[in-house]
């Protein structure tokens, strides 16, 4: 059985391989690319009526293992992501995508002499036209003057023209 769960030291993913404690491999090791395949690392301890180990590896990090029994019994564990002919591969679990967002929070319109009605679209798949108020239209800007207006841009240079040589006569 695998369980994983975050690691609150590290941010980490930790992952917990159990067996049952009368497993037929005997004293077993969890072998894999977070232990450089090096048997007796990781070796899963008896906790009453099973054996387990725990390994913290990065949250984004694709965990592949095997369980190595004594005397070289090799075997895979049936609950990883998928097992494929060498290894039982474990996968981080999928990015949990972002809750959908609310309708954006609309302003306070206006009521009463100061509102206009404005006729707005709903989304696509509503299809559907509804009726809102704004304030009425402020004041018109007023015209720029040198201080607000922006910089007139520079007029743009002509081309230098390449210097022509002379054949040598």
């Keep these: 059985m695998l369980k994983t769960a975050r690691d609150p030291k ?3 993913r930790k992952i917990t391989f159990t067996l049952p404690a009368e497993h037929a491999g005997g004293t077993i090791s969890v072998v894999g690319n ?3 395949w090096t048997p007796g690392v990781t070796v899963l301890a ?3 009526a099973s054996q387990s180990a725990s390994v913290v590896v990065p949250a984004d990090y694709i965990a592949v293992f095997r369980y ?3 005397g070289g019994l090799w075997f895979d564990e049936p609950e990883a992501s998928y097992v494929d002919a060498g290894a039982s591969v474990l996968m981080p679990p999928a990015e949990k995508k972002p809750a959908a967002r609310k309708a954006a929070a609309k302003p306070a319109e206006p ?3 100061d509102a206009e009605p404005v006729a707005t679209t709903a989304p696509k798949a509503a299809a559907k036209r509804t ?3 704004r304030p009425a239209a402020a004041k018109p800007a007023a015209k720029p003057t040198a ?3 922006p910089a007139a841009a520079k007029p743009a240079r002509a081309p230098r023209k ?3 040589k002379k054949p040598a006569e």
């Design 68 to 70: 190595l029994g004594e």
């Design 147 to 149: 201080e607000t207006a």
């Design 111 to 113: 009521k009463g002499a």
């Design 10 to 12: 590290t941010g980490g």
């Design 131 to 133: 009726t809102t108020t």
């Design 34 to 36: 977070f232990n450089d």
């Design 46 to 48: 008896r906790r009453g």
């Design 162 to 164: 390449a210097a022509v």
